[in-house]
């Protein structure tokens, strides 16, 4: 079985990346963007890149293409509009970093789509199609919906491209997906951009004064606001309980820091929270997708925070015994 | 004029990087720590390390040198009143990360020393002689300060040691440098520590998902806690000053989001913020220490953010003429 041809919506960092890491599998690869300077640049180094995102959708309804929604969430209704219009019944599936949101819009503008959603945890502190890289996401944890109604043909679809650019495959419902990122993606940011900007206060004396911590600790904080204020918006209840549950630990710190004096018990805890993360081994899988009950199977490894590392060479589900 | 030997106390990540660092610039450089583990490997590693403090002290007395206490905050006091047992007018300096509670303690215990205090920026995530590196400081700022009462000799011999590592000289007041520090150093790790607990609290999903910003946001967590909570501990005052920022800026993302769903406000000044520190330029200076005002001169400078990058070839405040 080929793979299917991969059509990319949106050429900037991760889109541009895609593109890239997707020619060299070997897979017929195209895509489409709205900024003139990214479609631009990919042109100028050689890739396919059409005209518009309609002439791309019209390909890949003719090639049976998986589509990649390659856009900041502000602008997914606008590329599923199109996608219901040029190719209604596309293999789809997307890069955005909230998953609800984007699952909900399709349901709502594009229902007959074969969709499987995903994101890659790839970098994001620059943009464009200039940064991209084909190696962007090897070693890479790549989410891929497992929610009720996924189209596990496409899903396959998703964790092979995923699995052959190098990344590993976490399967995971949407919401159980938002409510880790908020944790470790977009509390980050928040606290990044917290630091820098009480760091800045400081003045010039705290500027040259900075060292590791400090650059360490506000190295996201240089991402592009739209996109960083787009994706904690787009998560927002999720984001309002761990922004809470950070606000108490800091909170609970400073007063006994007033009180007693003593911060060892937050410090402890956060050192235990790093050493949780150095130490933590995930479970591996090797999955069938043609096996009874494989959703299941694929949701209890998530929530166990494990990893498909390959699929087993059986007929992909819903194909032809 | 030759450069005075040194005397390292504490031979931990700091003090051993420095014991290797002064060694490779011509100096005379000798050491002493309690740590038995530290001391072997020093030795092993062919360095000068006396049995006891004391005995370090007593060489360093009778060869003028130059005292460098590289032990943690707590462990302070005790060094002091060694070394005004022992080596009482001594040429004394230190690297602790919280200076004005080490100068009231220089100032209670050894009053006699002559001393300048300093703190190196250099990395903390690891601890122990074995991680040491005397390329630690280079590029590194160097804090000594510019208090009243510094002896301008000590001053000198800090800021030539400090320059010979490849570091640069900020000069600062302690309480200028511990109020910097509590927002460039102390908070980054308060944050960082936050962070990984509630990163941790998502349980495996959360730790297999995490990428960058994560990871960089919780290095230092990473960090040994004792350290940590010395630092912080030692530097109450401020550091509640600039929590209480952080956590006002903090809440005020969290009520903007929750009510309005916005958060761009936050995002925008965190990314101003890091933007300042990208773009920071700190003026620079060659420092004559015999001109008249020098002391004025460089705390003026500290507050601008500058360096010292040299020392201008003149004798020595206090030489004869």
Known sequence: MTAPAVCVLGLGLIGGSLLRAAETTGRRAFGATKSGADAEQARADGFDVLPTVDAALARAAELDALVVVSVPLPAVDEVLRA???????????????VKAPVLDAVVRLAPNARYAGGHPMAGLAASGWAVG?????????????????????????????????????VPATADDHDAAVARISHLPHLLATTLAAVGADGGPLSLTLAAGSFRDGTRVAGSRPELVTAMCE????????????????????????????????????????????????????????????????????????????????????????
């Open 234 to 321: 787009g998560n927002k209840v999720a984001l309002l309980t761990v922004l809470d549950d950070a606000l108490g630990r800091l909170g609970a710190a400073r007063g006994s820091l007033a009180s007693t004096g003593s911060i060892g018990v937050t410090v402890r805890a956060g050192h235990q929270g790093r050493g949780a993360l150095d130490e933590f081994e995930p479970p591996e899988l090797i999955a069938d997708l043609a096996a009874p009950g494989i959703l299941a199977t694929l949701r209890e490894l998530g929530r166990r925070g494990g990893r498909v590392t390959g699929l087993a060479d059986t007929r992909s589900a819903g194909g032809p015994a």
């Open 83 to 97: 996608v219901n219009r040029v190719a209604p019944r596309c293999r789809l599936t997307d890069v955005v970093g």
């Open 133 to 169: 890289d084909g190696r962007l996401f090897e070693k890479a944890a790549w989410m891929v919906s497992v929610d009720e109604g996924v189209d596990l043909q496409v899903w396959a679809d998703v964790a092979r491209l995923a699995l052959d650019v190098g990344a590993f495959v």
